[in-house]
């Protein structure tokens, strides 16, 4: 069946350091890929999507490019900010017509002033 | 814009009782989902619905869980009767039809 693993956290750094959280994915066919943020106490947020193969998805600094080789998401920023920490969801949505998403284990960042 | 809308944000009840989760999508979505998040499983899909009709109900732990849909702006997620294993985030989510999911913000669920 699709599924998606992700890196173990937390992940501690501090303020401007450069962050990755890989992502790798299992499924049939060009599923698309997602980024979901999730603050404390709030519900998930879109960080960003790609659909197909070397498509780069961006949004507020964070990148993800999609590698069909690797089967890979790996989500990434250059300068991170107290305030980007949350928990990060990496997620796939098959090609399938099935319209629910299958989600990574989230990854807990914490940024340190 | 109004987001999804999920009530109630807290709930605590004593095992056996029946409770209902609400939620109500964003006007215009076809697509209204239900997951629930624990530290146990992750997010997980319970149901989703496409114009009203449940499509995809693989995920409903087991006949104590009941999902309807009776419009296109008001779901409602059952439990009848409650275990403490149930305790979890439910989430709702919308969309439509190629277009990512967007999230309520869950109503936190504790069973005693």
């Known amino acids: 069946g699709d599924s998606v693993t992700q890196m173990e956290g937390p992940v501690t750094l501090s303020e401007e350091a450069f962050l990755t959280i890989n992502c790798t994915y299992t499924?049939?066919?060009?599923?698309?890929l997602f980024w979901y943020v999730q603050y404390p106490g709030e519900g998930l947020q879109l960080l960003l999507k790609?659909?197909?193969?070397?498509d780069k998805g961006s949004n507020k600094g964070f990148e993800a490019t999609y590698r069909k080789e690797t089967t890979s998401f790996h989500l990434e920023k250059g300068s991170v900010q107290v305030s980007d920490s949350a928990v990060y969801f990496c997620?796939?949505?098959?090609?399938?017509?099935?319209?629910?998403?299958?989600f990574g284990s989230g990854t807990r960042l914490q940024v340190q002033p | 814009d109004a987001g999804v809308i999920q009530s109630p944000r807290h709930e605590v009840t004593e095992m056996g009782q029946e409770v209902t989760l609400r939620c109500k999508p964003i006007?215009?979505?076809?697509?209204l989902f239900w997951y629930r998040q624990t530290m146990m499983r992750g997010l997980e899909l319970l149901i989703y619905f496409n114009n009203n009709v449940p499509i995809d109900d693989s995920g409903m732990p087991e006949d104590r869980f009941s999902a309807k849909m009776p419009n296109a702006s008001f779901s409602t997620l059952k439990i009848q009767p409650s275990e403490p294993r149930d305790s979890a985030v439910y989430f709702c989510a919308s969309s439509l039809l190629s277009q990512p999911q967007h999230f309520g913000d869950g109503t936190r669920l504790s069973i005693l």
């Open positions: 997620a796939l949505q098959t090609d399938t017509g099935r319209r629910a998403l299958t």
């Open positions: 790609a659909t197909k193969a070397d």
């Open positions: 499924a049939t066919g060009y599923p698309s």
């Open positions: 006007s215009g979505h076809d697509y």
